[in-house]
Nanobody
Framework: QVQLVESGGGLVQPGGSLRLSCAAS????????MAWYRQAPGKQRELVATVTSGGSTNYAGSVKGRFTISRDNTKNTMYLQMNSLKPEDTAVYYC?????WGQGTQVTVSS
């Protein structure tokens, strides 16, 4: 079974940027929809953005215009470019493809 591994999280000041990566151990071409989720302390996991194998995207209203999801099927990797970060974006970010989940990467937005 394909495994997913996130990277790129860290501490950033408000207004800053981060780029998350989700690397798959095998081909993602059959993962029609891949997604980024996040879970803040004490809150439920929420959907951040989705991308299809053809490149169609959708975003949660709270991140629209600030975050960009993409995938490179030749590199078996999905990305989340996060700009204009806010403290409320602080969470553990998870990548998902079908029934496969990554282990998560922490994003902290704080001055």
């Amino acid at each position: 079974q394909v495994q997913l591994v996130e990277s790129g999280g860290g501490l950033v000041q408000p207004g800053g940027s981060l780029r998350l990566s989700c690397a798959a151990s095998g081909s993602i071409i059959n993962m029609y929809v891949m997604a980024w989720y996040r879970q803040a302390p004490g809150k439920q996991r929420e959907l951040v953005a989705t991308v299809t194998s053809g490149g169609s995207t959708n975003y949660a209203g709270s991140v629209k215009g600030r975050f960009t999801i993409s995938r490179d099927n030749t590199k078996n990797t999905m990305y989340l470019q996060m700009n204009s970060l806010k403290p409320e974006d602080t969470a553990v970010y998870y990548c998902n493809g079908g029934r496969v989940w990554g282990q998560g990467t922490q994003v902290t937005v704080s001055s």
